[in-house]
């Protein structure tokens, strides 16, 4: 259970999220689940029904994707997420066997037994595409990471939790990273204490052009957060650093770029992170509030039938629903866009040609 503290003075979290990489080297049974050849066969069969009833992602819920004894596992699975250590790999799912639309029905179809689906753009994508288009965030500010080879800061995303399948990997890179901001916390409460007050202040976040009508062009929201008794956490630096360029946007102290320098510093400690390299059929997901998450810059296939390319849902879970009024805004924005959700593209032709954000 996390701990309640007196949220002036930051203190140490206790909870089973802020490990190390250490404790998750040996305990890989707590974060690694497979999937047996009977779970595969009720896939198969959820996947056989969705089929016959004429359904396509989104329109598929978990009624009409019924997983019987895979059911009860996968609660295991989100409970890990929620109250654990906030990470699981689900590995044994076999691609040779799927087209990309049959894997991505059943990714999804597993990711309604846990939650429930949001949109990731304006666009309405609830299953996105991970796929270089060619664009660097760093020169385009309506970019996004996941578009691009490039490699990606530690992060969190928009959502109680964010899910990769790897339909296909990279020539070579890009490796998946992720961190415990839990167990960062901890370690600069230890050794940095000044510092890590200030990240429980609020900062200026760039909406990066997704506001919707009369909202101001930024939010004000924590590094870390205390709420219900829980510490959340929100960290995506260079959203904090382009809000800058808005005159309105309080200014960062020297203060301020010595605490996000120094939580940065951490997520490159390799105490506090780990790499793994996900394969075809791997399905990553991460509860944002207690893990950061990166990926390594990536040579890819020419080809583009090679490329690689996996798909990204961004779910809200049950046991995940009382968060921050600043995480509460945010999302208000993601069920807008979610209101007119768009079918995922498979093709990849059509995937480099559409219009994404």
Request: proline share 6%; hydrophobic share 40%.
């Amino acid at each position: 259970m996390e701990s309640v503290h007196d949220k002036t003075v930051p203190q140490p979290v206790d909870t089973p999220a802020a490990w190390t990489a250490a404790d998750l080297a040996a305990n890989e049974s707590q974060w690694v689940m497979w999937l047996t050849d009977d779970d595969v066969a009720q896939l198969d069969a959820a996947l056989a029904h969705t089929k016959s009833l004429g359904l396509v992602v989104p329109a598929i819920g978990k009624a009409t994707f019924p997983l019987g004894r895979l059911a009860v596992k996968l609660d295991d699975l989100r409970h890990r997420l929620e109250r654990g250590l906030g990470v699981v790999l689900l590995r044994g799912l076999p691609m040779d066997r799927y087209s990309k639309m049959d894997a991505g029905t059943i990714y999804w179809g597993i990711g309604m037994h846990l939650g429930r689906a949001v949109a990731q753009n304006a666009f309405g994508d609830v299953l996105g595409h991970v796929w270089d288009l060619g664009k660097n965030p760093k020169d385009d500010m309506t970019a996004r990471g996941y578009q691009s080879r490039h490699r990606l800061p530690f992060h969190t995303d928009g959502a109680d939790v964010v899910g990769l399948l790897c339909l296909r990997t990279a020539k070579a890179g890009g490796v998946s990273s992720i961190a415990s901001s839990m167990a960062i916390h901890n370690a600069m409460q230890r050794a940095h204490p000044d510092l890590l007050a200030r990240l429980y202040q609020p900062f200026a976040f760039d909406r990066r052009h997704e506001e919707a009508p009369g909202q101001a062009p930024f939010t004000m929201t924590q590094v870390f957060s205390w709420h219900g008794g829980r510490l959340f956490n929100r960290y995506v630096r260079s959203f904090i650093n382009t809000a800058q360029r808005f005159p309105e946007a309080p200014r960062l102290t020297p203060e301020d770029i010595a605490a996000l320098d120094q939580f940065d510093a951490y997520t490159q400690d390799p105490r506090f992170r780990i790499d793994m390299e996900l394969a075809p059929g791997d399905m990553q997901f991460l509860n944002n509030y207690v893990i950061l998450h990166s990926r390594t810059s990536y040579e890819d296939y020419a080809e583009l039938d090679r490329k690689r390319h996996l798909l990204r849902l961004w779910l809200f879970t049950p046991g995940l629903t009382d968060v921050p009024e600043s995480f509460r805004l945010r999302y208000l924005l993601t069920e807008t866009w979610a209101k007119h959700p768009r079918p995922p593209i498979y093709d990849v032709n059509q995937i480099m040609g559409v219009t994404t954000h």
